[in-house]
């Protein structure tokens, strides 16, 4: 298991950019597949963006292709979701996740979780 923690989350104006981090716990980070998801109030959570283990490959949802960028640094064990021209619709909590394997973008398959962090965008 490996402990996630996100920061970076906020009020921010539509058009604006907000750039989200997780933090991660245990010495074997450099071999998950990291994924950000997110859930609305009365909404059920939804991939966002997942990442490989080398960074070399990377997925978007629909809603956030080319707003959004994912990356990582395996040398500070942190995962980061840069978001672009936001939307209203893009609020929610924003979790990272943590993958054991070589790649995949199944929610089932993300086994560990941080607790969120609220992005707000005001229209």
């Known amino acids: 298991q490996v402990q996630l923690v996100e920061s970076g989350g906020g009020l921010v104006q539509a058009g604006g950019s907000l750039r989200l981090s997780c933090a991660a716990s245990?010495?074997?980070?450099?071999?998950?597949?990291m994924g950000w998801f997110r859930q609305a109030p009365g909404k059920e959570r939804e991939l966002v963006a997942t990442?490989?283990?080398?960074?070399?490959?990377?997925y978007y949802a629909d809603s956030v292709k080319g707003r959004f960028t994912i990356s990582r640094d395996n040398a500070k064990n942190t995962v980061y979701l840069r978001m672009n021209s936001l939307e209203f619709e893009d609020t929610a909590v924003y979790y990272c996740?943590?993958?054991?394997?070589?790649?995949?973008?199944?929610?089932?398959?993300?086994?560990?979780w941080g607790q969120g962090t609220q992005v707000t965008v005001s229209s």
């Open positions: 996740a943590a993958a054991e394997s070589s790649w995949t973008t199944r929610i089932t398959d993300f086994h560990s």
């Open positions: 245990g010495r074997t980070f450099s071999t998950y597949v």
């Open positions: 990442i490989s283990w080398s960074g070399a490959r990377t």
